[in-house]
């Protein structure tokens, strides 16, 4: 029998716990039909997309702050962005690109563009390909406008790296949120070794985890919602 400190310590997929998750995941709805259908399709490929709490969340949190431009670092295959588009035009309008996002496997950009052209949203978001320094200089060279929302969403092990290159690019009133922090819980786990197949992941969010907090440049809350989301305001 697992004693209460075992229990508190044991390792599932899932931050908060089965149930509330399931729980929580009645009330997502995508937020048109054919998004829906894309993320079902992709869940069992399956290729990487946010989770269904994570872009729940997102929804709500884009009402609040209403960002006119997004940035995103992690495309795959450009799931999230076109969910980022739509939500622009939901409580503004569409107007140009609005959405730009990096990727630097190239197999994952090409089949992004191919579904952002299936789905309609080629005109609204720009794809860079290329590691996320690479395409942040792209995007500086092109004198693009500040964001008001930079969303990381790439190689777990390099979130400072990704949050540092990044900040020149973020409006005065601009938030950042990182996704999957939390990394199936495994950065709690002060104390033990994680198994090498994750070490290098969850030692350097943990790093990450403090540096945000420590760092007298943000504030920075994380959240135990879907894998971890920590949201960094520069102040
Ligand atoms: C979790 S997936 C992104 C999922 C996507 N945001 C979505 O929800 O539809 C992470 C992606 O980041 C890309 N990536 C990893 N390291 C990167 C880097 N240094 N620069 C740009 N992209 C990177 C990976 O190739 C992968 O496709």
């Known amino acids: 029998m697992m004693t209460d400190k075992s229990v508190m310590r044991h390792i599932t997929k899932d931050i908060t716990n089965e149930a509330v998750t399931e729980y929580l995941s009645n009330f997502y709805k995508p937020l ?8 079902d399709a992709l869940e069992a490929e399956p290729v990487p997309v946010i989770l269904r709490e994570t872009e729940d969340f ?8 209403k960002p006119f431009k997004v940035l995103e670092i992690g495309t795959a295959v450009g ?3 076109m969910f980022f588009a739509e939500k622009i ?5 569409l107007s ?6 990096i990727e630097k496997d190239e197999t994952m950009f090409r089949r992004a563009k191919q579904e952002i052209k299936k789905l309609g949203y080629g005109d609204y978001i720009r794809c860079y390909l290329g590691d996320c320094e690479e395409g942040i200089k792209q995007i500086e060279k092109e004198g693009s406008n500040r964001f008001g929302l930079i969303f990381i969403d790439a190689a777990k092990s390099h979130y400072r790296r990704f949050l540092e290159a990044s900040l020149s690019l ?11 922090t939390l990394f199936q819980g495994r950065p709690a786990l002060e104390g033990e070794i994680p198994p090498r197949k994750h070490r290098t992941n969850t030692l350097a969010l943990r790093e990450f985890n403090e540096f945000v907090k420590t760092d007298p440049r943000f504030s920075s809350t994380h959240l135990a919602v879907g894998n971890g989301i920590t949201i960094i305001k520069p102040i």
């Open 32 to 39: 048109t039909p054919e998004l829906g259908e894309l993320r």
């Open 58 to 65: 997102l929804s709500t949190f884009m009402d609040v702050i």
């Open 79 to 81: 799931y999230s962005a």
């Open 89 to 93: 035009r939901q409580y503004d309008q």
């Open 96 to 101: 140009g690109p609005q959405v730009y996002t």
């Open 170 to 180: 973020l409006a005065d009133d601009g938030v950042i949120i990182c996704d999957d």
